[in-house]
C-alpha cells in the first residue's frame, strides 16, 4: 500500500472510445484497420470467454475501447483530491 495523502497525488482519468461506431462502418472507411481487427478477434475471445459466441461487430463495439489502435480519447481528466469537512450549525 502507498502511504502518501490523497491531496498529494495527481489522478488523471483518461476515457476512450471506439473509432467507429460499429464495425462494417469501419470497414467502409478504413479497410486495412477493419482486417486487422478481425485479426484480433481470437485474441479478444481469449481474453473475454463471456464474448466466445459474438459476433465479431458486436466484439468491434464493446471491446475497441481497450485496444489504442481501434480507440480515440473521448476526454480527459486531470484532478487533486482536497477533503474538507464543513458543519454550518446555523
Known amino acids: 500500500m502507498i502511504n502518501v495523502p490523497l491531496d498529494k497525488i495527481l489522478f488523471i482519468d483518461i476515457e476512450t472510445?471506439?473509432?467507429e461506431s460499429d464495425y462494417p462502418t469501419l470497414e467502409k472507411k478504413n479497410p486495412k484497420l477493419a482486417?486487422?481487427?478481425?485479426?484480433y478477434e481470437s485474441w479478444f475471445k481469449k481474453r473475454f470467454p463471456e464474448d466466445a459466441d459474438v459476433t465479431l461487430d458486436q466484439l468491434f463495439q464493446t471491446r475497441t475501447a481497450l485496444v489504442p489502435e481501434f480507440a480515440r480519447i473521448q476526454n480527459n481528466g486531470i484532478f487533486r483530491w482536497k477533503w474538507e469537512v464543513s458543519i454550518n450549525w446555523t
Not at 35 to 39: G, H, P, Q, V
Open 35 to 39: 482486417e486487422l481487427f478481425s485479426n
Open 17 to 19: 472510445v471506439g473509432i
